[in-house]
């Protein structure tokens, strides 16, 4: 039980360029986020999926395009990478409303 | 978005000193959350309040979830080595929508 896991670890972008965070679960879980952590502002809320084939947007969508195909899967893809998107990106998965939210251990993004 | 206003910010305190950190917003929220994140890993969660006046403990961790909703405190009595790292409160709307704290960094001097 690999419980939730992100690839890649690290990645360095320049701007315009396009890639896609991969975030896995293997807990069954429903409920599925990204949220990105800046320094001095705690983590904020990207996008989130309360099942597969459902996303919605969270707190700072913009830039960010999400899919959810697969209960297991939940890619964050950057479109045209700006350096205002270098961040640490987790990803965090739960069973369900008011259950515990396990997080993945983060990519760290940076976009030159 | 929603703002939670996190306090102290930082804190230096001696090995078996207690210690507590609070968390106000705005908004009325359906579950306050506390984690813990140690350097270079996502945040772990510490303990959960589903109602409003719950009083919560876990070991040495004691949380309460405000009459308001709009708050909740995290006290950690006599405080170890382990427990340097950063805590966040987090408050939950409907659905899978978390808000965060902006931190609070906790150094313990053995």
């Not at chain 1, 670890?9 to 975030?23: A, E, I, N, P, R």
């Not at chain 1, 961040?87 to 030159?112: D, K, W």
Request: net charge negative; proline share 5%.
């Amino acid at each position: 039980n690999a419980g939730v896991t992100q690839t890649p670890k690290f990645q360095v972008l320049k701007t315009g360029q396009s890639m896609t965070l991969q975030c896995a679960q293997d807990m069954n879980h429903e409920y599925m986020s990204w949220y990105r952590q800046d320094p001095g502002m705690g983590l904020r809320l990207i996008h989130y999926s309360v099942g597969a084939g459902i996303t919605d947007q969270g707190e700072v969508p913009n830039g960010y395009n999400v899919s959810r195909s697969t209960t297991e899967d939940f890619p964050l893809r950057l479109l045209s990478a700006a350096p205002s998107q270098t961040s640490v990106y987790f990803c965090a998965s739960s069973l369900g409303e008011g259950s515990e939210q396990f997080f993945g251990p983060g990519t760290r993004l940076t976009v030159l | 978005g929603q703002q939670l206003n996190q306090s102290p910010q930082s804190m230096f305190i001696q090995e078996g000193e207690d210690v507590s950190m609070n968390c106000t917003s705005s908004s009325i929220f359906n579950t306050w959350l506390w984690y813990k994140q140690d350097p270079g890993e996502g945040p772990v969660l510490l303990i959960a309040l589903y109602k409003a006046g719950e009083l919560t403990s876990n070991g040495r961790l004691t949380a309460q979830f405000g009459i308001t909703r709009k708050d909740s405190f995290l006290n950690i009595s006599a405080s170890i080595p382990s427990d340097v790292g950063i805590y966040f409160c987090a408050g939950q709307l409907a659905g899978n929508q978390f808000y965060f704290g902006t931190g609070t960094s906790l150094t313990v001097i053995p």
